[in-house]
Nanobody
């Protein structure tokens, strides 16, 4: 099992930046791709970004050019730097990891964090 704990959410204004962190513990040797998802009120959860063990990245079109995902393999931590935030980015953001090598563009993830709220006011 892998446990994930997110941090860094909050309330910001449109155009501001925010950095989310997610620390993994437990069977961290089994972690492959790490990623971020989000769920806005009344909407389905959607993929935001993913990063492979080697640092390859993949983004949803809605965040490309504004968000940057990175990871520290030594500390089993993944980050999401969010710039130029928009009100439509408001959501609960979830960290997730793959326990098997499904691939960078796969939306299949095995372990999930509890989520952190990001609210962007206009």
């Amino acid at each position: 099992q892998v446990q994930l704990v997110e941090s860094g959410g909050g309330l910001v204004q449109a155009g501001d930046s925010l950095r989310l962190s997610c620390a993994a513990s437990g069977r961290t040797f089994s972690i492959y791709t790490m990623g971020w998802f989000r769920q806005a009120p009344g909407k389905e959860r959607e993929f935001v970004a993913g990063i492979s063990r080697s640092g390859g990245t993949y983004y949803a079109d809605s965040v490309k050019g504004r968000f940057t995902i990175s990871r520290d393999n030594d500390k089993n931590t993944v980050f999401l730097q969010m710039n130029s935030l928009k009100p439509e980015d408001t959501a609960v953001y979830y960290c997730a990891v793959q326990g098997r090598p499904y691939g960078l563009e796969s939306k299949r993830y095995d372990y999930w964090g509890q989520g952190t709220q990001v609210t962007v006011s206009s």
